[in-house]
């Protein structure tokens, strides 16, 4: 069993659907369908049980994932430590200011234990660059948030996260227990500098033109609520402070987290900062 099958096997099994995990691995669907054939075909067994909605794993499916992922986790830590004897040691990652993310902190957990040797270098960015420098050649990955242009880049979603509006704590709407974005059509929204990505600006505009005023961080979000009363979106699971209050929106996507590189980037600590990754924001 070649280890690029086995790849492709991981991401039918966690994605649970040909086409969902053919977009992870930037290829068509019929020859990853080919593949994991052809990986049932040397197992002996089929290891998906198929529907027209997607897949499910039959019990030996469920082993060899299981042996699969120990498997690669292995090869990925032998790469790296062949790395770091050629002296590649060092990994800059890229992080959207976002650092009490619970996922974050195992994430650094995760990956100081299984890699003790590697200089982890960490690039905070404010909220006018989601690729936190990586198309600048600043970072070799960004631990950030989608959407924005994934022109050239590798994109891996980590987790999904329902979005709220960020409202003054005496506002009306702030105890409603849900809110529509026409609901806030005639409000004043914070928003980005102009030169910001242009499809990261839209989402966090609720998809239409707004007026407000023009912030970078964080903090600048919050205190454009506070003393203007400037809507603001965020994502949901952060606790707000006492004055702010946090409404869901009922038709708002998610917002998702994600790990970024450069497209063709076949650095061996990226693989595994992103297979970590993907195991510590699954918890």
């Not at 790469?79 to 009490?100: F, H, K, P, Q, Y």
Request: some cysteine; aromatic content about 6%; glycine content about 8%.
């Amino acid at each position: 069993m070649e280890l690029r099958t086995l790849r492709y096997f991981v991401a039918v099994a966690e994605e649970l659907h040909f086409g969902r995990a053919a977009t992870r691995l930037h290829m068509s669907q019929p020859p990853l369908s080919r593949a994991i054939k052809q990986l049932e075909a040397e197992a002996g067994a089929l290891l998906f049980t198929r529907s027209p909605t997607g897949v499910t794993l039959t019990p030996v499916g469920s082993v060899l994932l299981h042996e699969a992922r120990a498997l690669l986790d292995h090869a990925d830590r032998l790469r790296v430590r062949v790395s770091v004897a050629a002296g590649a040691s060092t990994i800059t990652v890229g992080i959207l200011a976002d650092g009490t993310d619970p996922g974050v902190a195992r994430l650094a957990a995760a990956y100081r234990r299984s890699h003790p040797g590697i200089d982890i270098r960490v690039r905070e960015t404010d909220l006018t660059d989601p690729t936190c420098g990586l198309r600048a050649g600043l970072v070799d990955v960004a631990l950030t948030r989608a959407p924005f242009d994934e022109t050239a880049l590798t994109v891996r979603t980590l987790r999904a996260d329902p979005v709220g509006v960020v409202l003054p704590a005496d506002d009306p709407l702030a105890r409603r227990d849900g809110l529509s974005l026409a609901e806030l059509a005639d409000r004043r929204w914070f928003q980005f500098p102009p030169d910001t990505d242009p499809v990261w600006q839209a989402y966090w505009k609720g998809g239409l033109p707004r007026e407000g005023p023009v912030v970078s961080t964080v903090q600048e979000c919050l205190q454009a609520v506070l003393w203007n009363g400037t809507v603001g979106l965020a994502p949901l699971g952060h606790e707000p402070p006492a004055e702010l209050a946090v409404v869901p929106l009922l038709d708002m996507p998610p917002s998702r987290v994600v790990a970024a590189w450069n497209e063709g980037d076949t650095n061996p600590l990226i693989r595994s900062f992103v297979a970590i990754a993907t195991a510590a924001y699954r918890h």
